[in-house]
Every structure is written in C-alpha cells, then in structure tokens.
C-alpha cells in the first residue's frame, strides 16, 4: 500500500488493539488543535484534504443543492396556497391538509426500497434519476386545475423524493468518520431550511413580477421555476456523484491512493461494505432493539415539532370581522416575515452540528435533550400566549420558536455510528426513521394539526409538548442500553484475553453485539455516538 499508508496523518496503527483486528488497521485519532474544531480537514494530511475537499464538493454541494430544491418544492406549497392557489383551486376546507398527507404517502413508499438499493447499486445511478423524476413532476404540477389533479402530481413528487433525503445521510455515513459527520449532515438538512427561507423570497418576487405573464397566475410561476433548475442538477449528479468506497469500484475523481485511504477510513471505523441477506441476518436485525427504539427517536423528533402557523396568524388579521381594526398584512409580509424563524434556526442549528463533532468529541444525545426542552418551552408559549395582544412579543416568540430543532441530524448521524458493523442495517434504520416520521405526518395533521384549526392549533401544540416528553424519555433509554452493550462487549472480550491465556478459544461474539463493539475499542480515539 506505500504512499496509502504513509499519507495517513491523522490516522494510525493500534498494535495494541484486539489481536481480532487485522495489522495494517488504522484508528482515527481525537481532533487536537483549534483548527481541527473549527474544521475537522485542517488537521488532515495535504492530501487528505483535498480528498475531502473534493469528496464535500461534489457530495456535500450536489446534496444540498438538491435538497435545498425539494424543500423549495415543498415549502411552495404553502406558500402558493397563501398566494392565490387556495382561491384558485378553491381549497377551503382541509385540501392543503390532505395535498400533504398525499404527498407523505408516496413518500412513504419509496423510502425504504431505496435506500436498500443503494446497498447493491451505486448511488450515483439512483440518487439523480430520482432528481429527474420530481423534478418533471414538479413543473406539470404549474398546470393543475383542481384540487384533485394537485392530489395527483403531490403523489408522484413524494414517490421520487423518497429516497433522496435517507439516501444521502447513508451516503454521509458511508464517507465520514464521526468527528466529520455531524457538521456535514446539519449543513445538508440545512440546505432545505434555506430552500424554506428562499420560497418565500422567490414567492414574492414570483407574486409581484411574473404575476399574469403568460396568462398565469405567480403561484404557478413558482413550480415551473423550482422545475426547471431542478433538472440540471440532476443531470450533474449523474456525472459528479460518487460510488461508495465499500463498494470497490472507485470513483473517477478520485485517485487510487485517495479510495485506499477512503477504504481506510472506514475501516477505522468499523463502517462494514456490504453483506449478503442471510435468514440469521435477518433474524439478528429484526431481534435487536435497535431496530425499534433508533427509528423512534426520529419519529418522535420529527413530529414533535410544532407545525409554521405564523402565517396563518398574520393572515387572519385580514379576515372579516378584523379581530384587531386597523392592523393588517400584505402578501409579501405574510410570506416573508416568518423567514425570521428560519434564518434565526439556520444559525443556531448549525452551532449544534459544529459543537457535537468538535467540543463535544462527537456526542449527539446532549443536543436531543436540549431541543426537546426548548421546542417544549415553546409549545407552551405558542399555545398559552394572548392571540391579539401584545403582537410583538407574539411575533418574537414566533421567531424563536425554532431553535430547538436542530437534533434530527445528528439523530441520523448517531444511527448511522450505532450501526456501523452493519450495512443494510443501517441502510434500513436511516430509512426506517424518515419512513415512520412520514407515516405519522400522514395520519396526525388530520386530527392535530388541521388547517380549520390554525392559527390557534392548540390541539397540535398539546401534541408536541407530549412527544418533547416522550423523546426525552425514549433518549435516556437508548443510553441506557447503549451503556449495557459496551459493558457487555467489554466482558466479552476480556473473557476472550484470558481464554487465549488459558490456550482455549475466544467465545462466539453475536451478531447483534457487532455494531457496537466496532465502535469502541479504540485506544486513541473513543468514537463518538456510542455514548
């Protein structure tokens, strides 16, 4: 291997690590200067950092990108139906309600499929079609004329978006080591945050200036605008996207020293390629509690969080009887001025990516207990607080009402790290998250979160305070058993030190105890995640 092995800086060889492992393994060393915390690649070798330079460049910057323009498309939605499209389509009962739910069931479906694919076909063939395939279906949704018809069209964009939100925390997974992961899976979700910042720009700016050209009205300007710089993207995606280095093919923008040192650093890690589906391995995953509470924790984070209802509330002072004479909002204020929430999350958000993989050396669970403690504070003031009194203060706590939601990530990051040893496992679980949070979406608006009840929508603010509870609960209970399987990996292999002095051969390891043992014994670095 050479120049492989020897260009690995931040990176080295254990030779007091199990004997189990193989020689020439390498062990990925704790960030040790302030560079390194600020940026995790400038404490790396030169070309390492141009291996994860190029390796953020066309993976970080194609998802994000790609993610920011699903979320444009979702968040255009809602934005339309402020702007015209509920008049239009005449959607005055529950029909934006349903459009969502519709458009959670296609992406339901797919979710699962498609991330196990990715085990066996390279990402850089499924991610892009799925882009091609939402992307066309977004720009024929311009075209509706009825409520049912956008029905339809929401279907087919939830089918072909499925796959690319898990697949890409897969796809993270299987690149990034832990003290890398957390800040790159935050700046990728984030991307769809300022897709949501930006829909309201870009719907304003469509409302104002593309209103009736073509005989169209500026909400349907919208969908052929996010369609047709969609599709590029994707074509991108077919020439830049990467294969996994697990794999074995190597990427063509990598060089063959560049995919070893790839290869490597997943092997540091305990990040296994891929296996066949036997019946015991079945059996191994679906008899692991992993299987169950990890997806829960995604579940009830991503439900927990109480529903945009500032524009809601800024349009109902419009309506007749005005509850409050003499006070009213423009189009482009109702769109805009909830863009505060987002920017102020944005930021805060990205401080909590950037603090679990430096500071706090790649823990996730601090930051599911502090958002959950936040988003409950703040549950209780949407819900409790005087409706058209004290507007400001009202307005701020709206602004506010978001920063203790940045721990879905890092949630993804820590299954990713649990499931190491395991990679249609964690193919599965990722997916399993996403795929459940969306099942629930389906069902629960329609009795919590109803568009008849907005913008009071206490229902859907007691809903959130009890899932806050809950998450905290269901947390300290993943610890809890986090903490008993070390325990238990550490016995087991001290019990396999002394049967080697006794000349006996080291007991069977199960299956299920795999993944974390894979990312603890590490003498130079403690991984992070597994808590």
Request: overall charge positive; charged content about 15%; aromatic content about 14%.
């Amino acid at each position: 291997m050479g120049k492989a092995d020897e260009a690995i800086g931040s990176y080295s060889i254990d030779p007091e690590d199990s004997p189990n492992r193989s020689q020439d393994q390498l062990i990925v060393k704790p960030i040790k200067t302030w560079k390194g915390y600020i940026w995790d690649t400038w404490e790396l070798p030169k070309d390492q950092r141009w291996l994860l330079f190029k390796l953020d460049a066309f993976v970080l910057t194609f998802a994000s990108i790609g993610y920011f323009l699903k979320n444009l498309d979702l968040y255009n939605v809602n934005n339309a139906f402020l702007s015209g499209m509920e008049e239009d389509l005449q959607m005055y009962g529950n029909q934006l309600v349903t459009s969502t739910s519709i458009y959670t069931v296609g992406y339901v479906i797919g979710q699962i499929p498609s991330n196990l694919l990715l085990t066996r076909v390279s990402p850089r063939w499924v991610i892009p079609a799925l882009e091609v395939g939402w992307g066309i279906a977004t720009i024929c949704t311009s075209t509706v004329k009825s409520y049912k018809a956008l029905y339809a069209l929401r279907f087919l964009v939830g089918l072909f978006e499925s796959g690319f939100y898990p697949g890409i925390h897969y796809l993270l997974g299987s690149w990034y080591t832990p003290q890398e992961i957390g800040k790159r899976a935050m700046i990728f979700w984030l991307a769809g945050s300022i897709g949501q910042l930006f829909s309201g720009f870009l719907q304003a700016a469509a409302y104002t200036n593309l209103s009736g050209v073509g005989g169209l009205p500026g909400w349907r300007w919208l969908f052929i605008i996010d369609g047709i710089i969609t599709l590029p993207l994707a074509i991108l995606g077919f020439l830049f996207f990467p294969n996994l280095p697990q794999g074995g093919k190597k990427t063509w923008w990598t060089t063959e020293e560049e995919h070893v040192i790839s290869v490597k650093r997943m092997q540091a890690i305990g990040r296994a390629g891929k296996q066949p589906w036997t019946k015991d391995k079945v059996r191994r995953i679906f008899l692991s509690w992993h299987t169950y509470l990890l997806p829960l924790l995604y579940v009830l984070w991503n439900n927990g969080s109480p529903q945009p209802a500032m524009g809601y509330w800024l349009k109902s002072f419009n309506k007749k009887p005005y509850p409050l004479p003499g006070t009213t909002f423009t189009v482009s204020q109702i769109n805009q001025l909830p863009l505060t929430t987002t920017g102020i999350f944005i930021v805060m958000a990205f401080v909590w990516g950037w603090l679990s993989d430096g500071p706090c050396r790649g823990a996730r669970w601090p930051f599911i207990y502090f958002g959950a403690l936040l988003t409950l504070i703040f549950s209780i003031l949407m819900r409790q607080m005087p409706f058209y009194h004290d507007i400001y203060h009202r307005k701020v706590v709206y602004w506010l009402s978001n920063i203790g939601n940045g721990a879905g990530p890092l949630i993804l990051s820590w299954i990713n790290e649990i499931c190491s040893g395991d990679t249609e496992k964690r193919a599965l679980l990722v997916a399993m998250g996403n795929d459940l949070a969306y099942v629930v979406q389906a069902v629960a608006p329609n009795f919590v979160w109803k568009t008849t009840d907005f913008p009071r929508a206490r229902k859907g603010y007691t809903w959130s305070i009890v899932l806050q509870v809950l998450l905290v609960l269901l947390t300290a209970t993943v610890q809890l058993l986090l903490w008993r399987d070390k325990k238990k990996a550490v016995r087991t292999e001290d019990d396999g030190e002394l049967s080697r002095y006794d000349g006996s051969d080291s007991p069977q390891v199960e299956g299920s105890d795999v993944d974390e043992k894979k990312a603890v014994h590490t003498k130079e670095a403690p991984l992070v995640g597994v808590e």
